[in-house]
């Protein structure tokens, strides 16, 4: 009988044991040691035209850009920016075809990693194209951690493209915290100074059009901004603003990288690009 009813034990105890291990494997990567790299199909340009953009570039979901609007395609120089989920880009053929500069994601908040800056960040240097890190915010941890943790992820390197902030709303984030805009302004200038310091240049600052207007970042005198607006021209969405990057899609096509990745224009001429580069890359 004892038998028998530790047998129906093990058999009501059973599923329960099964999640459990479940849970452990998925919180512990699966064994993977993190995150792994995204294998997404090839997408090629020619497949996805768009009228508005430069033409060795593509997109899945384009808009339509109307005829009064300044388009993608007024600027010359075009970069993407990446994280895992793109998988290991080829950035020779890339720079062959328009990619001008690579902003990957390294580090989000104060323990996590992403695999894509350490595989691709040496094979964007070694194709020519400058490379920059960007650090994903999280509203859970204090600034301060947060620079440490990305200067010890992120090696100071000559060359490479001053640092990102990227400070968003993130509505799939644990961290359900939303301090004042007071607050938010205070984080981005402590931030930026502990990593300007390491890095010997300020890092830009990534905002999205809701995330900029609640948080009146208008008034962080001395910032310089890439700007996400990818239904018009920046100066629709965040007017009287100046901007360095424009991300201008997020279902962009590039030869070299897998799957869609965001596309990005830079404000200015060639010969403005380098005098920027020149001035703003790490030295």
Request: aromatic content about 14%; overall charge neutral; proline content about 9%.
């Amino acid at each position: 009988m004892f038998w028998i009813r530790e047998q129906a034990l093990v058999h009501l105890l059973r599923p329960a044991l099964v999640a459990l291990l479940a849970f452990v494997l998925i919180s512990c990567g699966g064994g993977s040691g993190g995150p792994r790299m995204g294998a997404p199909k090839p997408l090629f340009p020619e497949n996805y035209p768009a009228f508005g953009i430069p033409s060795n570039f593509g997109d899945v979901d384009p808009i339509e850009w109307r005829d009064h609007q300044i388009r993608p395609s007024n600027y010359p120089i075009h970069g993407i920016d990446a994280s895992r989920y793109q998988g290991e880009i080829d950035f020779a053929t890339a720079r062959a075809n328009g990619v001008s500069f690579a902003f990957l994601k390294a580090t989000e908040g104060g323990d996590h990693l992403d695999p894509g800056w350490a595989i691709n960040a040496p094979k964007a240097r070694a194709a020519g194209v400058p490379v920059g890190a960007y650090h994903f915010y999280y509203f859970c941890r204090e600034p301060a951690e947060q620079a440490r943790w990305f200067i010890k992820n992120v090696n100071r390197q000559p060359g490479d493209l001053p640092p990102v902030l990227d400070m968003e709303w993130n509505h799939q984030s644990s961290c359900k915290a939303r301090p004042d805009p007071e607050t938010v302004r205070a984080n981005i200038r402590e931030f930026s100074a502990i990593v300007a310091a390491h890095y010997g240049t300020r890092p830009v600052v990534y905002v999205t059009p809701d995330f900029y207007e609640h948080n009146a970042l208008g008034s962080l005198a001395g910032t310089e901004f890439w700007l996400r607006s990818v239904a018009a021209h920046p100066s629709e969405r965040y007017p009287e603003e100046r901007w360095t990057f424009w991300q201008y899609t997020g279902t962009g096509v590039a030869r070299g990288v897998k799957g869609k990745v965001d596309l990005n224009a830079f404000a200015g001429s060639p010969e403005s690009w380098a005098a920027w580069y020149a001035t703003r890359r790490q030295p």
